[in-house]
């Protein structure tokens, strides 16, 4: 899955909704990395999974602070009325 | 929206600005289309790829598109000439201003003069922002390492009044500093891109 002349994956855990995977970046060469880590999400449907799933990731994210990692994925939500069209919020 | 929006804020992540389409999912029958995939990162990953952005695809299979994350570092031409609010809190600030504008850049006409003298303030107030910046975070440190000792004080009951006071101190000097780097970087990421206006 990952090529491993750029991104070297030391570790990946799997939760319910997420795969969170930690490695490191290379470049210039072999000698040079810098670590990340990346955290997929499949985001549910329903309010409160959604709400239960972002909680999973912000204790995870607590104990990486001061690393470079990113969160990508599915959100299944939007965070402006804007990022929507022809449907009407509910919430 | 408003947990979603929480969740950002308590994670202290950052939306990248987005190059291709606004959306990234479409209901097959075209009735609706919403941006329900993103990448989000954290400081220190846009301190390091400040060029981060998020590429949508094509949509091909999937009622979903994909997305590439890419750091383009894109010469967009001579920069324009852009100041930080936190810039404006700092002791000295006008100094440095006044001081870099009264330069003489030389000869030339009017608006040649502009652009060099605003040039000459950009590189003077950079340099000089980085020190206070670099200050900044030493006492940022000194302070964590202050509070962190007094802690231990606490948790062995030998905390005097005026340490407990000094401490209160200490945290709301603590709450300002990460503040004022927070505003930075907000700001930052603002500048780069984010948030189109419709």
């Known amino acids: 899955m990952w090529n491993n002349q750029e991104f070297k994956c030391i570790r990946s855990v799997e939760g319910k909704r997420f795969i969170v995977s930690e490695g490191e970046y290379v470049y210039g060469g072999s000698d040079q990395f810098i670590p990340v880590v990346i955290i997929n999400v499949y985001s549910p449907c329903s309010n409160s999974e959604k709400l239960t799933l972002w909680g999973d990731i912000e204790r995870i994210v607590g104990s990486f602070q001061n690393m470079a990692w990113c969160v990508l994925g599915d959100f299944n939500a939007v965070w402006d009325p804007s990022e929507r069209k022809g449907l009407v919020l509910k919430e | ?198």
């Not at chain 2, 990460?178 to 700001?187: F, G, I, P």
């Open chain 2, 1 to 198: 929206m408003e947990g979603f929006n929480a969740f950002i804020d308590r994670c202290h992540l950052y939306d990248i600005p987005t190059v291709g389409r606004v959306y990234t999912w479409y209901r097959p029958n075209g009735t609706s289309r919403s941006r329900l995939d993103r990448i989000l990162v954290s400081d220190t990953w846009l301190l390091r790829w400040p060029g981060s952005r998020q590429y949508v695809q094509s949509r091909i299979v999937s009622d979903h598109c994909a997305l590439v994350i890419r750091n383009s570092v894109v010469d967009w031409g001579p920069k324009p000439f852009r100041t930080f609010d936190v810039w404006q809190q700092e002791v000295g600030f006008k100094e440095v201003l006044k001081h870099a504008w009264s330069q003489d850049v030389g000869n030339g006409n009017s608006l040649e003069l502009v652009k060099l003298k605003l040039k000459g303030v950009k590189q003077e107030v950079k340099s000089w922002y980085a020190e206070v910046f670099n200050y900044g975070n030493l006492k940022k440190q000194q302070v964590i390492d202050e509070i962190e000792a007094l802690d231990k004080c606490d948790d062995e009951g030998i905390l005097q009044e005026d340490m407990r006071i000094r401490r209160i101190q200490l945290l709301g000097d603590l709450r300002s500093l990460s503040e004022k780097e927070n505003a930075m970087l907000r700001q930052k990421s603002r500048f780069n891109g984010y948030r189109k206006e419709t």
